[in-house]
């Protein structure tokens, strides 16, 4: 199949590069109306001068433009007839996704969003260990980035953990609390279920790049590291004691094994499967609308950067 990436950004660049190395896929074509970004691939893919020449060659798209055109560019590859797979976030507005969601759900085609973390390894082997976790906290952290210019860290880097915490861990729970504060490049938020706490943190002004995971049962704590795909789960301690003054306990650790990929390569592998075989994606608009409207209740609680901050 022919498959086309709209927007040659750093994203576009990715989904250019992992398309052009999977079976089935016979040209990958490009479209940016930036000419030096489209040159950047030229060597791995077919450079259109238009989305509508684009549209005309191929049978799906990754769409990758800024968050701002989401709506207006899924908007009309939806009305091309083509299938297609949007960067997250599914729009810049809760409005935007609602209008977005109707017209998807009238179309038939297949359409997902590129949630991305939900296609790495380490989030299926946490949710297997740990099914009702008493506490969980998700910390993403990165230095600052001038990519993104349009979407504040919570829908930059938080949306990712959001959409674990309310498509995953707690899918089908609709019975909690937000609390948030921070700004529009740090934010911290707490959310209380029934019978869980959950802490989630994004930053874009850390000196060091982190993903974690890290949750906590009744008879074993778990962390996960979602950049080298290590899990480690630690057992409740059988001996405690003194020695010499110290205090003194035996854990037992357990590294899990697991299949390191490269999440990205899985979840285009997963939507072109999806669109031969005219099957719902795993990330639905749904699910990615619903990620949206968390994005707002959690920036609710957030002040206006200060003056001078980038």
Do not use: W
Not at 242 to 258: A, T, W
Not at 276 to 295: D, M, W, Y
Request: aromatic share 8%; glycine share 8%.
């Amino acid at each position: 199949m022919d498959v086309g990436v709209i927007g040659a950004g750093v994203m576009g660049r990715n989904h250019v590069r992992v398309y052009s190395e999977l079976k089935g896929v016979d040209t990958v074509y490009v479209y940016d109306p930036l000419a030096e970004n489209a040159a950047r691939v030229r060597e791995l893919a077919g450079i259109c001068g238009s989305l509508d020449e684009l549209l005309a060659k191929v049978d799906a798209v990754s769409i990758c433009v800024p968050t701002r055109y989401h709506f207006d560019t899924a908007k009309k590859v939806i009305s091309a007839g083509i299938d297609c797979l949007i960067e997250k976030p599914i729009t810049l507005t809760v409005d935007e996704g609602v209008q977005l969601l109707k017209i998807i759900e009238k179309s038939g085609l297949v359409v997902g969003v590129g949630h991305i973390e939900r296609f790495n390894p380490i989030v299926s082997e946490m949710t297997k260990i740990a099914k009702s976790p008493d506490y969980v906290a998700i910390k993403r952290h990165n230095p600052t980035s001038s990519r993104i210019t349009d979407a504040s860290v919570v829908e930059d880097l938080m949306i990712h953990d959001i959409d674990i915490v309310f498509n995953v861990l707690f899918k089908g729970e609709n019975d909690f609390l937000i609390h948030s504060a921070g700004n529009g490049d740090i934010c911290e938020a707490l959310v209380s279920f029934p019978q869980s706490v959950v802490s989630i943190s994004a930053s874009r002004l850390s000196s060091k790049k982190f993903r974690t995971f890290y949750v906590e049962s009744q008879d074993f704590t778990t962390e996960g590291d979602f950049m080298t795909q290590e899990v480690f789960i630690y057992r409740k301690p059988g001996k405690y004691g003194m020695e010499n003054e110290r205090y003194l306990q035996e854990n037992i650790i357990e590294k899990v094994l697991v299949n390191k990929v490269e999440p990205l390569k899985v979840e285009l592998k997963t939507f072109l499967d999806c669109s031969i075989g005219n099957k719902s994606f795993p990330v639905t608009p749904q699910e990615a609308l619903k990620n949206l409207q968390i994005c707002e209740l959690i920036k609710k609680g957030l002040k206006p950067k200060s003056p001078g901050r980038g």
